[in-house]
């Protein structure tokens, strides 16, 4: 360990391509981690499974509680544009001790997201194949799933625009053909207006806030954006707009397709929820079996897309961590050619391969659902803090109005809901170890952060001052 007179920014021959992403290419960080083709494609089925014809209305409360976290995202982005962004967010408010978990926590989350999306391609490639009666093995399925990884973490590690504008690009063309499709389906039904749907007295309120949690899941990755400041051409404008932006979006593409997809299945939640493949239920349904083929191809572009916005999100936050000594200083090194952290690049895909690896006993499906869960833990418990310490930092700052402190309660008021509902009723197996899991995960970061006080404690001082600038 460094003595605390030796701590300093990691020197290095090159830095991060500043100012190198247009606004476009900001908000493709953010649009391609929420990965929205991914929720009528799969994610759905676990809100429509507890809240029925309420779905919509589940990710409607969703969309509104994280427009306001987005709200104080966008406060403290205008006032701390740095690639550390939560890490450095709630360091500076409440502590560096608070701040180095925080970016533990979302170190993770990007980290189990990306393995998430990777047990979710070869779903995806399955499902595909099987309009063309063409089935493949576990085993080949996990290749493609590794092969996918690699190109993922090419991609990564070439170039931070290049990245942003194929994130962009590619999910807008999913989203695209998910709306042309849906809208054929709810054609062929013949009218939008469903009473069933829109009786609100007669929707099961105890199961639309039971889904919330998994429709927060949806949204995860939303804050991205944060993550690439130091790459942004105007941070300052660019991240809040990301941000706040994506998350609006991305919710009412969500409200519609919930609504849409339990219309076109004849008001049947039920049977999205009990489905691996909703969206070609519904297509077959509605007698266009061709179409599940149009859509799983476009799930798999969502797919590369959201993996690749979460190892860009991780190696940022590796990056900054790194570069500080929170954690080892060759994460803050940066490629002299295509000016990426390809340390931590490295580090992230490595350790997605090795928790996909780990979890493919579980199945597939089960793996995305875990790998989904602990990502969620992680996201909420930071954007729990991020809402708490917007407002602190703007009235530290003598800038805070009334608005910022009802943007700030609503938005924890709303996470602190989501973690409740995440562990009671508690989760049953194997979704029953994830909260321990997490909170050993939080324990190794405190353990490791103390020790890092204790033998230099000049180090986590350096999250207060300015250490990025």
């Known amino acids: 360990?460094?003595?605390?007179?030796?701590?300093?920014?990691?020197?290095?021959?090159?830095?991060?391509?500043?100012?190198?992403?247009?606004?476009?290419?900001?908000?493709?960080?953010?649009?391609?981690?929420?990965?929205?083709?991914?929720?009528?494609?799969?994610?759905?089925?676990?809100?429509?499974?507890?809240?029925?014809?309420?779905?919509?209305?589940?990710?409607?409360?969703?969309?509104?509680?994280?427009?306001?976290?987005?709200?104080?995202?966008?406060?403290l982005a205008k006032r701390h544009p740095e690639a550390g962004s939560y890490f450095v967010y709630i360091g500076r408010n409440f502590g560096p001790m608070?701040?180095?978990?925080?970016?533990?926590?979302?170190?993770?989350?990007?980290?189990?997201?990306?393995?998430?999306?990777?047990?979710?391609f070869p779903i995806f490639l399955g499902n595909f194949l099987a309009v063309f009666k063409i089935t493949l093995s576990f085993p080949l399925l996990v290749l493609f799933g590794v092969a996918f990884l690699g190109l993922v973490a090419y991609a990564a590690f070439r170039d931070i625009q290049v990245s942003s504008r194929v994130g962009l690009v590619m999910e807008t063309i999913s989203i695209g053909i998910i709306i042309v499709i849906t809208a054929i389906v709810v054609g062929k039904?013949?009218?939008?207006?469903?009473?069933?749907?829109?009786?609100?007295?007669?929707?099961?309120?105890?199961?639309?806030?039971?889904?919330?949690?998994?429709?927060?899941?949806?949204?995860?990755?939303?804050?991205?954006?944060?993550?690439?400041?130091?790459?942004?051409?105007?941070?300052?404008?660019?991240?809040?707009?990301?941000?706040?932006?994506?998350?609006?979006?991305?919710?009412?593409f969500f409200c519609i397709m919930a609504y849409c997809m339990v219309l076109g299945m004849s008001d049947n939640a039920g049977a999205i929820g009990a489905s691996a493949s909703p969206f070609a239920d519904m297509t077959a349904k509605a007698g266009l079996p061709w179409a599940a083929a149009v859509v799983y191809f476009a799930a798999m572009i969502s797919a590369f897309a959201c993996a690749l916005a979460c190892i860009n999100a991780s190696s940022r936050m590796l990056y900054s961590m790194g570069r500080y000594q929170f954690l080892h200083r060759s994460m803050g090194l940066v490629h002299s050619t295509h000016k990426t952290p390809h340390i931590a690049v490295t580090v992230s895909a490595l350790l997605v391969l090795v928790l996909f690896l780990a979890l493919l006993p579980q199945g597939l499906l089960n793996g995305f659902g875990l790998a989904g869960t602990i990502a969620t833990y992680g996201f909420v418990v930071v954007y729990f803090g991020v809402s708490l310490c917007a407002p602190v930092d703007l009235y530290r700052a003598g800038q805070m109005k009334p608005q910022h402190a009802v943007f700030g309660i609503l938005g924890a008021a709303l996470m602190?809901?989501?973690?409740?509902?995440?562990?009671?009723?508690?989760?049953?197996?194997?979704?029953?170890?994830?909260?321990?899991?997490?909170?050993?995960?939080i324990l190794i970061g405190f353990v490791w952060f103390s020790v890092l006080k204790s033998k230099s404690p000049e180090t986590l001082r350096l999250i207060a001052n300015d250490m990025e600038g």
């Open 189 to 252: 039904h013949g009218s939008v207006v469903d009473p069933k749907q829109l009786d609100i007295g007669h929707l099961k309120f105890g199961g639309v806030m039971s889904a919330l949690t998994f429709a927060v899941f949806s949204f995860v990755g939303f804050e991205s954006a944060a993550t690439l400041a130091k790459e942004s051409s105007n941070p300052r404008r660019n991240v809040p707009f990301a941000v706040i932006g994506s998350a609006v979006v991305a919710g009412i």
């Open 416 to 441: 602190a809901f989501v973690i409740f509902g995440s562990v009671v009723p508690f989760p049953a197996y194997p979704y029953n170890f994830l909260p321990p899991v997490f909170v050993i995960f």
């Open 1 to 75: 360990m460094v003595a605390a007179t030796d701590i300093q920014a990691v020197p290095t021959a090159a830095q991060l391509k500043h100012g190198a992403l247009s606004l476009p290419e900001t908000i493709g960080q953010s649009i391609a981690n929420i990965a929205p083709t991914l929720t009528p494609a799969l994610n759905i089925t676990v809100v429509a499974g507890l809240a029925g014809v309420g779905s919509w209305l589940s990710y409607l409360i969703a969309t509104i509680g994280l427009v306001f976290v987005g709200a104080s995202i966008a406060t």
């Open 98 to 120: 608070t701040g180095a978990l925080a970016g533990w926590c979302m170190i993770l989350a990007y980290i189990t997201t990306a393995v998430a999306v990777v047990f979710g």
